[in-house]
């Protein structure tokens, strides 16, 4: 009975053993793919290795590992069937990875970049399958490389100063530029530019204007950003290669100053007399056309006072009027008008003769004199 117990009590601990034993999922297929929390830095021209693990740990010898950068045909490395793949490796990693095999029945595995280039810097991914089911991981590479130490030298004088430039190449990333003068401090107004080579490595160029000739030494340094490594030229520039002050400048900028405003005045001057003696012969055209205008006017009026005058002394005779009324015949002729026949009664028409009005006359038509009608006869009283 006691042994009955005992087989029974066993039995219930081998089972319980046996379901801890067991994943989460319930199959022991499953597992997750673990990469590196944090870049991984890597030296220009030095060795790099690229972990992942799975969880739970069980051996990964027999699975389909593969490194891929953005693209899952973009491989880095495949290992599958226990053995390098070769057939979909890039280019660019031909003969330069290689797999650590020392961990891999712990479920570890990592992929080594021999001789590392600027082009291995960035994402990747590690891709564990076994059968039907797999995982991945990411992980990023950040690779920096230090260059050659920064050239400092004088240029020539510029803008009241010394020009000086600093040039420094093969570095990676894009380096960051440091001006400062021998006690401390640290100049902001510079300009920089970049360039890449094939390589992908960077070259820089500085250039700092200096103005201050107690500045003393001036150093130049290049940092990685990534390494946070820098390198640093100094140059003591001479008090000589500064221009030198000279006393007739002052009074030589006042006199520029004192020459700019006379020059400002005698133009402001010469734009208002040119105005005044616009607006005075706009004045005097206005005159001279109302003068003309004048002047024809009275033309006109002597021109018709003089055939009133003429008409006038051409009178011969006088006539009695139908109305009782003595004036001179002027003659008789052809009217301008077609006048109707006014007969005897008496009234007072403009008489108008082919030269213009003539006012003053009494015009009457009727037969008298005239040898073919229309014709009018004009008297003045």
Known sequence: MED?????????LTSLLLFFQLPAGG???????????????AVLGGNVTLPCHVSPAMDVENMELRWFRSKFSEAVF????????KEEQLAQYTGRTSLVKDFLSQGEATVRIHKVQASDNGLYTCFFRKGSFYEEAGLELKVAGVGS???????????DGVRVVCTASGWFPKPQIEWRAANGEKFLTF????????????????????????????TCSVLNPVLDQKKAMAIFIPEPFFPQASPWKPAFIVSLVVLMLSLLGAAYYIKTEHTVKRQEMQEWERLHRDKEEARRTKEEALKARGRRKSIYLGGTDIWTLPWGR??????????????????LEEGAVVCRLAEGEVPGLVCHSGSSDCTSPPCCLWWTD
């Open 4 to 12: 009955c117990r005992r087989g029974s009590l066993l039995s219930s």
């Open 149 to 159: 130490v920064p050239q400092v030298h004088i240029t020539g004088p510029e803008e």
């Open 191 to 218: 300009s920089e530019t970049h360039a890449q080579d094939t390589e992908g490595l960077f070259s820089v160029e500085s250039a700092l204007v200096v103005r201050d000739s107690s500045s003393g030494n001036m």
């Open 27 to 41: 199959s022991a297929e499953e597992f997750v793919v673990i990469g590196p929390s944090d870049p991984i830095v």
């Open 326 to 343: 003595s004036g001179s015949w002027w003659g008789a002729g052809p009217c301008s008008m077609d006048f109707p026949y006014l007969g």
């Open 78 to 85: 495949i290992y599958k069937n226990q053995q390098e793949q």
